[in-house]
């Protein structure tokens, strides 16, 4: 029997615990740990997995140690959590928040005995989790704490002027009260809003003012652009940094790297939705690719293909890397990656707008690439293991451009909070209720859900060729 665990850390999700980990894994642990027994022999627990897994996305907060009779779903298990918390007699870890629901004593003394900016109260039944869920989902954050208030505490309800259950107001040290604006009145909106309010940062991360970005000398003249929009600067700047920065490291390219760059820039010249220039270039490189029938070529020949017979005046990729929609709050952070990501997402958008044959095309055209060439190998070992689990099945063009978008969003989850995020770009799962409020929903148990068909709508649209600003272009 082996033991999977759900942890707090930001960076991992889930670990199996082995005889070798066990006792160093759960025993002194700082955080609240629940530990699901398994063996890979039962049917069962193979099939319980995939909801284990996601619990772990789902709550990245506080677990307890238990393990036996609990639901199946993750709704479920997530209000079996909180009760197991509330019921949980002995001393609490460190991390675990109060979950107990708010006084008007308590209100009122708020921040002579907190040390936040801003407290989030979220009015509701007794029977309700909303509030005890947004506490959990913001308890990686700083300036902020989350407080449930029952309906029943009526004087409280009066005075905030609350009238729907559930509802969420902000209130301040200087006695502000204002209500939390969302789409719908449920857990993930409350936790989207908060989390993205001025001066509320994940724990352990700098507060950056774009007005210190424009202003740090040590950075590259900042250029301001438009966070809801793609731009072609990023997407030839990802050009340059894979043909002539990353692909260098490569002095010959044989067998299978052979076989997946000729897939790579095949896919590239066939639907980059770039300038006629650039667009002319990617094709001669193509036709030069196609026409090797050798097992190996020499990257130095690639580059003289790149450089020099397609220096034309027709035909041209600029050198050099501009980011736009990239740019990052520092230097390491963002750009390649970021615009790696919007210009696959861009081409499965193209392919589904070009009505082509083959929907796996352009995706195993990413994998190829990303396996063999993508500098960040543990990058690549990741997406691998997605890819591995779940592209085969991909079957239409509209599901090409939905895998990307969700496999895209697992990855955001992972790295949330982690030490790559930067700041001033924290990872969300991405759109936006903002962005696009039709791409989200509500079941009827409150559960938040994606509108798949809108989601695609808005994909198609916000990485179509015709939307892409082409700004800042060398
Ligand atoms: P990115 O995640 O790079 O996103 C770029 C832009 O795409 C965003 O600004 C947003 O406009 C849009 N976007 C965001 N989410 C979505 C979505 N779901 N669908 C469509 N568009 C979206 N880093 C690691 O540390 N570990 C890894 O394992 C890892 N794996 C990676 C695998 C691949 C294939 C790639 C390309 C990158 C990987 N990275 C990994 C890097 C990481 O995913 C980010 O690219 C990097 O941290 C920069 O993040 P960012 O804030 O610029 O946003």
């Not at 003012?209 to 040590?218: C, G, Y």
């Not at 543990?378 to 895998?403: G, I, K, R, Y």
């Not at 696009?436 to 808005?458: A, D």
Request: a neutral charge; glycine letters at 4%; charged letters at 20%.
């Amino acid at each position: 029997v082996a033991a999977v665990w759900v942890q707090i850390p930001h960076t991992v999700s889930i670990i199996i615990l082995s005889p070798e980990n066990v006792d160093s894994g759960l025993f002194n642990s700082t955080a609240a740990l629940l530990v699901e027994f398994y063996a890979t022999w039962c049917g069962h627990c193979v099939a319980f997995s995939p909801t284990w897994k996601s619990l772990a996305r789902d709550i990245k907060a506080c677990f307890l140690n238990v393990h036996i009779g609990f639901p199946r779903d993750v709704r479920g298990l997530r209000h079996y959590i909180i009760d197991k918390l509330e019921m949980h007699n002995e001393a609490w870890p460190p991390a675990c928040p109060p979950l107990e629901t708010a006084s008007e004593a308590e209100i009122d003394n708020f921040f002579q005995t907190n040390n936040v900016k801003l407290l989030a109260l979220v009015f509701e039944s007794k029977d309700s989790y909303v509030g005890r869920e947004v506490t959990l989902d913001l308890l990686q954050y700083e300036n902020i704490a989350v407080r449930r208030v029952l309906d029943t505490e009526t004087s409280l309800v009066s005075r905030f002027g609350v009238t729907d259950f559930p509802s969420c107001y902000l209130y301040n040290s200087s006695r502000h009260i204002s209500r939390l604006k969302v789409l719908n009145e449920a857990r993930t909106f409350y936790s989207y809003a908060l989390q993205r309010l001025p001066g509320v940062v994940r724990t352990g991360k700098p507060q950056i003012a774009i007005t210190d970005l424009i202003k740090n000398s040590t950075l590259q003249e900042w250029r301001s652009f438009n966070k809801t929009r793609v731009y072609m600067s990023d997407l030839e700047s990802a050009l340059h940094y894979s043909l002539r920065v990353e692909l260098s490291g490569h002095i010959s390219i044989s067998g299978n790297d052979l076989t997946a760059l000729k897939k790579y820039i095949n896919v590239l010249a066939k639907y980059f939705p770039g300038r006629p220039s650039v667009k002319s270039a990617l094709k001669t490189v193509d036709s030069w690719l196609q026409q090797q029938k050798g097992t190996e070529i020499k990257y130095s020949d690639f580059r003289d293909v790149l450089d020099n017979t397609v220096q034309t005046s027709d035909a041209v990729l600029p050198e050099g890397v501009q980011w736009v929609g990239c740019q990052g709050s520092e230097s390491h952070y963002r750009g390649y990656p970021c615009a790696f990501w919007t210009l696959f997402h861009v081409l499965t958008v193209q392919a589904k707008e070009m009505g082509i044959p083959d929907p796996q095309e352009v995706l195993q055209a990413m994998r190829g690439y990303v396996s063999r060439f993508f500098g960040c190998r543990p990058c690549a070992t990741h997406f691998e293991s997605m890819a591995q689990e779940s592209m085969d099945h991909v079957t239409s063009l509209s599901a090409t451009v939905l895998w990307l978008w969700s496999r895209h969003n697992r990855v955001n989850n992972r790295l949330a909070g982690d030490l790559s995020e930067d700041p001033y770009f924290p990872k969300i799962q991405w759109p936006s209720p903002e962005l696009c409020p039709s791409c989200h929903g509500l079941k009827k148990t409150g559960e938040h859900h994606w509108n798949q068909e809108e989601v695609l709508t808005f994909l198609r649209n916000y990485f179509s060729s015709a939307h892409i600003l082409m700004d800042y272009l060398q």
